[in-house]
C-alpha cells in the first residue's frame, strides 16, 4: 500500500506534461500511472499541476554582512518563506571569513541550520581566503564529502579575490570536480565611481545603480569567462541583469566555453527607476548588480525563453528596511554606500515566473520546471534524487493552481523582511500544497510542519 498518492494532477516535468497518479512510499515516488490503489493517504490534484517542488540554488541566510548589520532571515525563518513559495531544497552560502578555515565556516552554519530547517539544504562555499590550506587540501576533501559547489566575488570590499586568486580558485576546481559560482561586477570601476558621485554630493541610493553600471558587470563578466577559458573549467555567471552580459556570454559559449548563466526575479521586474523613489525607499531595491532599465528586463525574459540563462534563483538576500540593523542603518541614511546589499525574494520567485512567464505564454510549463527545479538539481548535484518526478526520486512535489489569484503583499510572506520589493503585485497561479519527502509540509496554503523536518543533503559532483 502506498502512503501517500497524488491522485488527477497534471504531471509536469522538464521534458513532459502527462496526466497520472503517483504513488508514494516513505520519502519516495515508487509508482507513477493511471488509476493507482488506495494509499493511506489520498490528495486530489484535479485541475492543479503537479510538480517537483522548487529548488532555490541562490539564497543567503544568516550570512554576517557588515557592522551591525543583520540578516532578516536565519534558518528557520527563510527555509519556511521557500517552502510556502513552493520550494522543497535551497541552497544558501556558506561564507568563509578571512583566516578562517573552510571547515570552521562549515561547522558553524551547520550549527545554525541544525534542526531549523522546513525545506532541505545544502551549502555552496564562498571562497574569500584562498589560502595553500584552502585550495591544496580543503576544497578536494570537502568536495569529496559533498560540498561540490564554490562562490567567488569580483566585486566588495574584503571578499572579492583578484584575478590570480580565481585562477587558483579555478584551477583547485578543475583537479576536485567543484562548480564556481562567480559575481561579476569590477570592484576598482565601483569604487572609482563611488568616490566620485560622494564627491559630488550624490548620496541617494539611485547612486548605487549609477557607480554599478553595465560595463562593470560586462567586463568582469567577460574576464571572468576568459579565466574560465584559460584554466579549461566550468563556470556558472550568477545574478545576470543585462543584454551585454548576456552576449558575453553567449559569445563564450560559441567559442566552447562550458558556462551556465543564472538570472533573478529583480532583472526581470524592477528598474533602477525603483532605486529613484521618494526619500530613501530606493533602499529596498538595492541589490548587486542593480536592476538596470526596460531593455534590460527586456532582455533577461529573452535571455530565459531562448536558452541564455539556465538558471532562475532568487539571490534572496534580506534585510529589514526600517530598521538600525537593515537598510536604514545610520550609515546607510547618509550614503548609498552603507546600504546593505541584496532583497528579499525566495517566497515570491516561483509565483512571478509563473504568472508573467508561464501564464503570460513567455515559456511553458516545461520549461518553468527546468527553470526553476531540475536545472538546479543536475548542475548542483542532486539529480535525480532532486529535481524531478520520477520513480526513485525524493517524492518533493508542489501542488500548484493556475486558477488562484493573488495580490503580493509583505503582510502575507513569511520571511524575515519588513517589506517586499514586489508589494501589490498581481499574480496568477499559486503554490497550494507542498510535499517534501514524502511529508505534507503545506496543505491548501496552510503550513503543517515543524522546523527540523528538512535535512542536509550531501551533494554529488555536476552534471554540467
Ligand atoms: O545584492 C546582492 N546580490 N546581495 C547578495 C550577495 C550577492 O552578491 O549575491
Ligand atoms: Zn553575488
Ligand atoms: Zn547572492
Known sequence: MFDLVIRNGTVVTASDVTQCDIGIRGERIVMLGESLPAGRDEIDAAGLYVMPGGIDSHVHLAQPSGDG????????????????????TVLPFCLQQK??????ALTAYHALAEGNCLTDVSFHLIITDPTAGVLGQ???????????????????????????????????ART???????????????????????????????????????????????????????????????????REAMEEIDRARKRGVKVFGETCP????????????????????????????????????????????????????????????????????????????????????????FSEGVMKGRIDLSRFVALTSTNHAKLYGLYPRKGT??????????????????????????HGADYTPYEGLEVQGWPVSVILRGRVMVKDGVLAADPGSGTYLRRKRSRS
Open 138 to 172: 580543503e576544497i578536494p576533501a570537502l568536495v569529496e564529502d559533498g560540498y561540490t559547489s564554490l562562490k567567488v566575488f569580483m566585486t566588495y570590499e574584503g571578499m572579492r579575490l583578484h584575478d590570480n586568486e580565481i585562477l587558483a580558485t579555478l584551477d583547485a
Open 266 to 353: 529583480q532583472y526581470l521586474m524592477l528598474t533602477a527607476d525603483d532605486l529613484d523613489r521618494e526619500g530613501w525607499e530606493g533602499a529596498k531595491f538595492v541589490c548587486s548588480p542593480p536592476p538596470r532599465d526596460e531593455a534590460s528586463k527586456a532582455a533577461c525574459w529573452q535571455g530565459l525563453e531562448q536558452g541564455i540563462f539556465d538558471l532562475y534563483s532568487s539571490d534572496h538576500c534580506p534585510f529589514r528596511f526600517d530598521d538600525p540593523a537593515g537598510k536604514l542603518n545610520d550609515k546607510g541614511k547618509t550614503s548609498f554606500r552603507w546600504i546593505p546589499n541584496g532583497i528579499p525574494g525566495v517566497e515570491t520567485r516561483l509565483p512571478i515566473l
Open 389 to 414: 518526478i520520477a520513480v526513485g526520486s525524493d517524492a518533493d512535489v508542489t501542488l500548484w493552481d493556475p486558477k488562484a489569484h493573488r495580490t503580493i503583499h509583505n503582510a502575507d510572506l513569511h
Open 99 to 104: 583566516g578562517q578555515t573552510l571547515r570552521e
Open 176 to 242: 576536485s570536480g567543484a562548480l564556481v559560482m562567480v559575481h561579476c561586477e569590477n570592484e576598482d570601476a565601483i569604487r572609482f565611481l563611488i568616490g566620485k558621485h560622494e564627491e559630488a554630493g550624490d548620496v541617494s541610493p539611485l547612486a548605487h545603480a549609477t557607480t554599478r553600471p553595465v560595463a562593470a558587470e560586462r567586463e568582469a563578466t567577460h574576464r571572468a569567462l576568459s579565466l574560465a577559458e584559460i584554466v579549461d573549467v566550468p563556470i556558472v555567471i550568477v545574478h545576470v541583469s543585462n
Open 69 to 88: 548589520i543583520v540578516m532578516a532571515d536565519g534558518f528557520e525563518s527563510g527555509t519556511r518563506s521557500a517552502l510556502m513559495g513552493g520550494n522543497t
